[in-house]
């Protein structure tokens, strides 16, 4: 039986996504985001917060440019893809590991929170802004704006 590599993160952008383009034409979008969980502590009744940071990386040409285009620092999404662990090395040549969220190529999913225009908080579908989500998403890179 196969298995099944999906993560859901709703959360805020670290910093503003950042392309790579590559010499056979293809690029790559990268961005950190945060994901936040709160609770009230059961002893002194105090808030606590934890927070998460991930490495998003977009595989999916159109839906990278959606996100080097409308996604700043700041902007709440939500994500769909596949997680990932590469192996690399650093300068002393030790090997090092950095786990990903990938959206690939022919699956995956972006949906902007608060619309493309950064108005409202609602999340939903629409095909113009006016401070609703977007939608972003579709497989073999055809992609849509629903």
Do not use: C
Not at 78 to 96: F, L, M, P
Not at 99 to 115: A, D, N, Q, R, Y
């Amino acid at each position: 039986m196969a298995g099944v590599n999906k993560v859901i993160l709703v959360g805020r952008l670290g910093k503003d996504p950042e392309t790579k383009s590559f010499a056979n034409g293809g690029s790559v979008v990268n961005f950190t985001m945060a994901t936040s969980e709160t609770w009230r502590d059961k002893q002194s009744g105090e808030r606590k917060e934890k927070t998460e940071w991930h490495n998003i990386v977009i595989r999916n040409e159109n839906i990278g440019k959606v996100a080097a285009q409308y996604l700043r620092k700041g902007s709440e999404v939500y994500i769909e893809g596949s997680i990932a662990t590469r192996k690399w090395q650093d300068q002393s040549g030790a090997d090092r590991y950095t786990t990903e969220i990938v959206v690939g190529p022919f699956k995956g999913e972006m949906t902007l929170i608060g619309g493309r225009d950064g108005g409202g908080a609602s999340r939903g579908a629409s095909s113009g802004g006016g401070g609703r989500g977007g939608v972003w998403g579709g497989a073999g890179g055809g992609g849509y704006w629903a």
